[in-house]
């Protein structure tokens, strides 16, 4: 039941907490510092480990206090491009989109302010490179040979191959065109990984614990065809990588030497599946001496090249985050009840599944539920087994201009394991009128929400 009185204290303090996020936000880049020290603070804000749900809320009193006092100025979003190059004329052009139509800070069709650090293999938290560019609402800034662009730092401008971090005041996007072909200028394209700190678990894509390794889908060594591999590390701390390959039926061929990469470090593979030649197939990476509990842990992201040697290649597979083990596969319709001293309820729940998240709706079908609305949204985790739903909507009772003014209110339910098709546990209700309620659920799996009739 202790997670049921956390889940309790986190409902109350749901408002609370928008106004806390709004906080971080506004916190962001506040103070007025050169570029080379704004590109350094800000790495260590996207490096620094999520913290857990009971400092967060010890930290809340002082996080309201700064919303009341900062400007909303600074930087808010990230970008990462985990490989450029320019070596052995190779060349790397990358592209920002400002898709920002209106801001809270300036208006409609806001121009976006962008600088983008460089990054070499050695890592370390000052760029090789930096830059800063502005880009108009609708506008694609394409830069040319971006690491010949970006001015040194502090005796910088030695990597010829790295990766870029991008931080902007308003959302945008970016890409890179990796050029490695002067003769045929065949582009590979790259997308941008967004910031991986604060995002779902389900789209995590720098977890890399064995438990959460990462999976680079294809990888190739035959023919003309071959695979680069890079790795970053963009966590607080250095870590100790293995790369792991694999057949195209599955089975481990090869389980590569441990290699270390320190803080903005890299690991760079020019022909990854050298040691299983005429093969191809999966590759997945994990960090193995990763420490949940250290504030310094690392956190990786990967890409990898499938390029030819004798003339144009493929492009680029980004890493994509393996679930954990210990995740169910339950996406369906469930049908069941749930009960409290206030709710005694038949209720139908459609499960749709993206790794370790989970979305969908939730139906009262009969019953007493304590809000006059019968159809919600909903959202979700599974977390080491357990299943935490939550609905998505705070309001009920908007639907009539006549009505009382709405009423704000949470509903949470928790199922610590899943035994077969059943899925039970128990539930909490808060809302603003003073009323709560604790109670139970029992739902079982009727079938997939796509039949075939």
């Given at each position: 039941m202790r997670i049921l009185e956390r889940t309790i204290c986190c409902l109350s303090c749901l408002l609370l907490l928008s106004v806390a996020a709004l906080a971080q936000n506004r916190a962001a880049g506040h103070h007025a510092v050169d570029q080379r020290q704004a590109m350094q603070d800000r790495l260590r804000a996207i490096r620094h480990s999520l913290a857990n749900p009971t400092h967060s809320q010890s930290r809340l009193p002082t996080q309201v206090e700064q919303a009341e006092q900062e400007s909303i100025d600074g930087t808010s979003f990230v970008n990462i491009i985990p490989f450029v190059?320019?070596?052995?004329?190779?060349?790397?052009?990358?592209?920002?989109?400002?898709?920002?139509?209106?801001?809270?800070a300036r208006g409609d069709r806001p121009a976006a302010t962008v600088e983008i650090g460089l990054y070499g293999p050695s890592g370390g938290d000052t760029p090789d490179r930096s830059g800063v560019f502005s880009v108009r609402s609708n506008e694609m800034l394409q830069i040319n040979h971006v690491i010949n662009v970006l001015d040194p730092v502090q005796g910088g401008g030695s990597a010829n191959t790295g990766w870029l971090l991008i931080f902007s005041d308003e959302p945008v996007t970016a890409w890179a065109s990796v050029i490695l072909d002067q003769t045929s200028n065949d582009p590979a394209m790259l997308v941008a990984i967004a910031d991986q700190v604060f995002k779902p678990a389900a789209f995590v894509e720098s977890q890399g614990t064995p438990s959460n390794p990462l999976l680079i889908h294809s990888s190739v060594k035959g023919g003309a065809f071959k695979s680069r591999l890079a790795v970053v590390n963009i966590g607080s701390g250095a870590g100790r990588i293995r790369v792991k390959l694999f057949s195209q039926g599955g089975a481990l061929q090869e389980a590569l030497p441990a290699v270390s990469i320190d803080p903005s470090g890299m690991f760079v593979s020019d022909d990854i599946?050298?040691?299983?030649?005429?093969?191809?197939?999966?590759?997945?990476?994990?960090?193995?001496?990763?420490?949940?509990?250290?504030?310094?842990?690392?956190?990786?992201?990967?890409?990898?090249?499938?390029?030819?040697?004798?003339?144009?290649?493929?492009?680029?597979?980004?890493?994509?985050?393996?679930?954990?083990?210990?995740?169910?596969?339950i996406a369906g319709t469930w049908e069941?009840?749930?009960?409290?001293?206030?709710?005694?309820?038949?209720?139908?729940?459609?499960?749709?599944?993206?790794?370790?998240?989970?979305?969908?709706?939730?139906?009262?079908?009969?019953?007493?539920?304590?809000?006059?609305?019968?159809f919600f949204d909903i959202k979700g985790d599974i977390i080491d087994g357990s299943v935490l739903l939550e609905i998505q909507q705070v309001l009920d009772d908007c639907r009539h201009p006549d009505s009382d003014p709405c009423t704000v209110f949470a509903y949470r339910l928790l199922a610590e394991s899943i035994s077969g098709n059943t899925l039970s546990g128990g539930s909490v209700y808060v809302d603003g009128s003073g009323r709560s309620d604790s109670g139970s659920f029992t739902l079982d799996r009727m079938g997939a929400i796509y039949t075939s009739e």
């Open positions: 190059t320019r070596e052995n004329g190779a060349r790397t052009n990358v592209g920002i989109n400002n898709f920002s139509r209106s801001s809270l599946r050298m040691p299983v030649p005429g093969t191809f197939g999966p590759i997945t990476i994990e960090v193995e001496d990763i420490d949940t509990e250290d504030n310094t842990m690392p956190r990786i992201v990967a890409t990898s090249l499938i390029e030819s040697t004798t003339g144009p290649f493929a492009g680029f597979l980004p890493a994509f985050a393996l679930p954990q083990h210990t995740t169910s596969a069941g009840s749930v009960t409290g001293a206030i709710t005694n309820a038949q209720v139908r729940l459609t499960l749709y599944q993206e790794r370790d998240m989970l979305y969908g709706s939730l139906e009262i079908l009969s019953g007493t539920f304590p809000t006059t609305d019968r």
